[in-house]
């Protein structure tokens, strides 16, 4: 392992450092997590706006009614709008087995999880230190971050135990599962988790479209590339990791070549070898 | 607009349960499930001069209805003729009408999920039929009309022969389902039919009184700490990562 070339936590960077970072690209994430980061975005959109438009009974409502209205309008009818509430949240499922079977190894197994949103000991003081800086409290430097930041890994984890929650309430709602006060609980928790979700979403929407210093994050949900000088000072763990990776294959493949040209330099002179190995036996 | 209403002759029922079963294959009722049923309501008279009284439930098809508030998606919904009618497409069944219903008149189909109740065979008044109990009655005990036609039999019944509602002091959320005969025979229904206070099930408050202020409070919170954030971002000025 390469673990010497790079150290372990930020260093300064020289002015040709950090231009020669800037110019180079390193691929974040898969062209199927992009499409798929899109495709959630297009489905929590409909699914909030019908959703929202569903839930009329004044009791139970939380939209004004000129919104319950509006919405009932533009889909014609309210049984309309839960038609159009149920095929996507269905699809959306759908979406989301074919991406847990396929991307099982890489993005749902335990050891990824932890690796990738579970929070360690730098990502609590991000908190603390991200949060003081939002508010203009300290200018302190953040601590360095793996591929997520403790910020995403936190609502990484919040989606993570809502989401299946959300799915599942929605099948029991949308097929009239089990007993009646079990679509009585379902719609309470299918509202609460959904709630929970926006709540973050806010955050995650403006972080990534709104807040400049994040602003490459948001174009790697279309190219599926950083830069690399944004990914030494944002996520500098990963970058790390990446680098190594990098060092560590180009280490092999020298090695290789040169074992290889070893081999065709000193052929003649392995085969004595093995007779004579063969002969001690 | 026509205010339709029912009148039902305790004293001409014979228990025959012809309007049970009209009802039922009218409407693809399943089998331990009803939106009419003549129940036994006990003996009138003494030995040997006495006689089985029923007594004939359904919904009532109220004018302050219970069940309309307590349904979250607006799948019960009110006629303009005063018929409480549900609507299959938006109901999830989660039966918190049927908890709601003072009168027990409400039950969720098993066979598609839904909610299904009487709303007076509103498809068959379209098509100009009287409901189908009404129809089928072969002691003419059940009387359909027009409330508010002061020509009609019901409003005949109701205003000059003082048909009665069955509700009672705490529970009058304005039936329009009448009911005529002796009074013992009525008070004797009374006793065994009267109303039951309307349930809100548990998960219906849960909702109301938590889960509404809870996704509030959490939505709002993020939302003006992110007003903050912003309004901060554009007194400091953008700084672009790599600046």
Same mark, same amino acid.
């Given at each position: 392992m390469a673990t010497n070339i790079i150290p372990a936590s930020? /260093?300064?960077?020289?002015?040709? =450092?950090?231009?020669?970072?800037?110019?180079?690209?390193?691929?974040?994430h898969h062209v199927a997590i992009v499409l798929l980061h899109w495709f959630n975005a297009f489905v929590w959109l409909m699914e909030l706006a019908t959703g929202s438009a569903i839930v009329v009974s004044p009791s139970f409502a939380f939209m004004p009614h000129w919104y319950l209205v509006m919405m009932e309008s533009i889909f014609g009818s309210r049984a309309n709008l839960l038609r159009v509430h149920m095929a996507v949240g269905l699809t959306w499922?759908?979406?989301?087995?074919?991406?847990?079977?396929?991307?099982?190894?890489? /993005?749902?197994?335990?050891?990824?999880?932890?690796?990738?949103?579970?929070?360690?000991?730098?990502?609590?003081?991000?908190?603390?230190?991200?949060?003081?800086?939002?508010?203009?409290?300290?200018?302190?430097?953040?601590?360095? =971050?793996?591929?997520?930041?403790?910020?995403?890994?936190? /609502?990484?984890?919040?989606? /993570?135990?809502?989401?299946?929650?959300?799915?599942?309430?929605?099948?029991?709602?949308?097929?009239h599962l089990f007993s009646t006060s079990m679509v009585q609980w379902s719609m309470v928790l299918h509202f609460l988790a959904a709630g929970m979700v926006v709540s973050g979403l806010m955050i995650h929407v403006y972080m990534g479209a709104v807040f400049p210093e994040e602003r490459p994050a948001f174009y790697s949900m279309i190219t599926g590339m950083v830069n690399e000088l944004y990914a030494f000072r944002h996520h500098y763990k990963w970058w790390r990791e990446v680098k190594? =990776?990098?060092?560590?294959?180009?280490?092999?493949?020298?090695?290789e070549e040169d074992r290889s040209h070893d081999t065709l330099e000193t052929g003649n002179e392995s085969k004595p070898e093995a007779g004579a190995a063969n002969g001690a036996r | 607009?026509?205010?339709? &209403?029912?009148?039902?002759?305790?004293?001409?029922?014979?228990?025959?349960? #012809?309007?049970?079963? &009209?009802?039922? #294959?009218?409407?693809?009722?399943?089998?331990?499930?009803?939106?009419?049923?003549?129940?036994?309501?006990?003996?009138?008279?003494?030995?040997?001069?006495?006689?089985?009284?029923?007594?004939?439930?359904?919904?009532?098809?109220?004018?302050?209805?219970?069940?309309?508030? &307590?349904?979250?998606?607006?799948?019960t919904w009110q006629d303009a003729n005063g018929a409480v009618r549900v609507n299959r497409d938006l109901c999830i069944g989660c039966g918190s009408c049927v908890a709601a219903c003072p009168y027990g008149a409400r039950?969720?189909?098993? !066979?598609?999920?839904?909610? !299904?109740?009487?709303?007076?065979?509103?498809?068959?008044?379209?098509?100009?039929?009287?409901?189908?109990?009404?129809?089928?009655?072969?002691?003419?005990?059940?009387?359909?009309?027009?409330?508010?036609?002061?020509? #009609?039999?019901?409003?005949?019944?109701?205003?000059? &022969?003082?048909?009665?509602?069955?509700?009672?002091?705490?529970?009058?959320?304005?039936?329009?389902?009448?009911?005529?005969?002796?009074?013992?025979?009525?008070?004797?229904?009374?006793a065994s039919f009267a109303p039951?206070?309307?349930r809100t099930v548990a998960a219906a408050l849960v909702w109301t009184r938590l889960a509404k202020k809870l996704v509030y409070l959490a939505v709002g919170a993020t939302f003006l700490g992110q007003a903050g954030a912003f309004f901060r971002q554009l007194s400091v000025g953008e700084k672009q990562f790599d600046e």
């Amino acid at each position: 392992m390469a673990t010497n070339i790079i150290p372990a936590s930020p /260093y300064a960077l020289t002015a040709g =450092q950090a231009e020669a970072l800037a110019q180079r690209q390193v691929k974040k994430h898969h062209v199927a997590i992009v499409l798929l980061h899109w495709f959630n975005a297009f489905v929590w959109l409909m699914e909030l706006a019908t959703g929202s438009a569903i839930v009329v009974s004044p009791s139970f409502a939380f939209m004004p009614h000129w919104y319950l209205v509006m919405m009932e309008s533009i889909f014609g009818s309210r049984a309309n709008l839960l038609r159009v509430h149920m095929a996507v949240g269905l699809t959306w499922i759908a979406v989301f087995i074919v991406y847990a079977v396929f991307g099982w190894r890489d /993005y749902l197994h335990t050891e990824v999880l932890k690796k990738e949103i579970g929070l360690d000991a730098d990502d609590f003081r991000w908190l603390r230190i991200r949060l003081l800086r939002l508010v203009g409290l300290t200018s302190e430097a953040l601590p360095p =971050q793996g591929a997520y930041n403790a910020g995403q890994k936190l /609502y990484a984890v919040m989606v /993570y135990a809502m989401v299946p929650l959300i799915m599942v309430t929605g099948l029991i709602m949308t097929f009239h599962l089990f007993s009646t006060s079990m679509v009585q609980w379902s719609m309470v928790l299918h509202f609460l988790a959904a709630g929970m979700v926006v709540s973050g979403l806010m955050i995650h929407v403006y972080m990534g479209a709104v807040f400049p210093e994040e602003r490459p994050a948001f174009y790697s949900m279309i190219t599926g590339m950083v830069n690399e000088l944004y990914a030494f000072r944002h996520h500098y763990k990963w970058w790390r990791e990446v680098k190594m =990776q990098q060092a560590d294959w180009e280490q092999t493949i020298s090695a290789e070549e040169d074992r290889s040209h070893d081999t065709l330099e000193t052929g003649n002179e392995s085969k004595p070898e093995a007779g004579a190995a063969n002969g001690a036996r | 607009m026509a205010r339709y &209403a029912m009148v039902i002759d305790q004293e001409r029922c014979v228990g025959c349960q #012809s309007c049970t079963v &009209a009802c039922k #294959s009218e409407w693809d009722v399943p089998i331990g499930f009803a939106r009419t049923r003549v129940r036994p309501a006990g003996l009138l008279g003494t030995y040997p001069n006495f006689t089985s009284a029923f007594f004939v439930a359904q919904c009532n098809q109220c004018e302050r209805p219970s069940c309309i508030p &307590a349904c979250p998606t607006g799948a019960t919904w009110q006629d303009a003729n005063g018929a409480v009618r549900v609507n299959r497409d938006l109901c999830i069944g989660c039966g918190s009408c049927v908890a709601a219903c003072p009168y027990g008149a409400r039950y969720v189909n098993p !066979d598609r999920g839904v909610v !299904d109740k009487c709303d007076f065979c509103a498809p068959r008044l379209e098509h100009g039929l009287e409901p189908a109990c009404v129809a089928t009655c072969p002691a003419k005990a059940k009387v359909f009309g027009d409330i508010e036609d002061p020509g #009609s039999e019901v409003f005949r019944l109701v205003y000059r &022969a003082g048909a009665k509602r069955m509700e009672t002091a705490d529970i009058a959320i304005g039936p329009n389902v009448y009911y005529t005969g002796k009074r013992e025979h009525l008070e004797m229904a009374a006793a065994s039919f009267a109303p039951t206070p309307p349930r809100t099930v548990a998960a219906a408050l849960v909702w109301t009184r938590l889960a509404k202020k809870l996704v509030y409070l959490a939505v709002g919170a993020t939302f003006l700490g992110q007003a903050g954030a912003f309004f901060r971002q554009l007194s400091v000025g953008e700084k672009q990562f790599d600046e």
